[in-house]
């Protein structure tokens, strides 16, 4: 089964660093770039950060732009968003997405143009 599984979610204080993987069950996602994004209740899903198959190409929302990093490892079918002086507001269920093709922020920033979605972690940020 095709799927993305999200982990490294937790309770930390504010000014505390985490990092979530986001692994991919199958090689079927060779080729495809990936997204990270968040979500609080009653809100639309907020675009952080992508990164193309290879590497080479990363977008980042300005909110998050200079405290978080995503990367990625393909031997590990993994990315990574590292996620550094963490404040309240950042309190959210992290969600990974991969997309097969795009080129450019506006792609990667738009939540439909994602074709797979993991199921979320939590990331709880106490002041």
């Known amino acids: 089964q095709v799927q993305l599984v999200e982990s490294g979610g937790g309770l930390v204080q504010a000014g505390d660093s985490l990092r979530l993987s986001c692994a991919a069950s199958?090689?079927?996602?060779?080729?495809?770039?990936r997204g990270w994004f968040r979500q609080t209740p009653g809100k639309e899903r907020e675009f952080l950060a992508g990164?193309?198959?290879?590497?080479?190409?990363?977008y980042y929302a300005d909110s998050v732009k200079g405290r978080f990093t995503i990367s990625r490892d393909n031997a590990r079918m993994t990315v990574y968003l590292q996620m550094n002086s963490l404040k309240p507001e950042d309190t959210a269920t992290y969600y990974c997405?991969?997309?097969?093709?795009?080129?450019?922020?506006?792609?990667?920033?738009?939540?439909?143009?994602?074709?797979?979605w993991g199921q979320g972690t939590q990331v709880t940020v106490s002041s």
């Open positions: 997405a991969a997309t097969f093709s795009g080129s450019s922020r506006d792609y990667y920033s738009g939540a439909s143009a994602y074709d797979y």
């Open positions: 199958a090689r079927a996602f060779r080729g495809y770039g």
């Open positions: 990164i193309s198959w290879s590497g080479g190409s990363t």
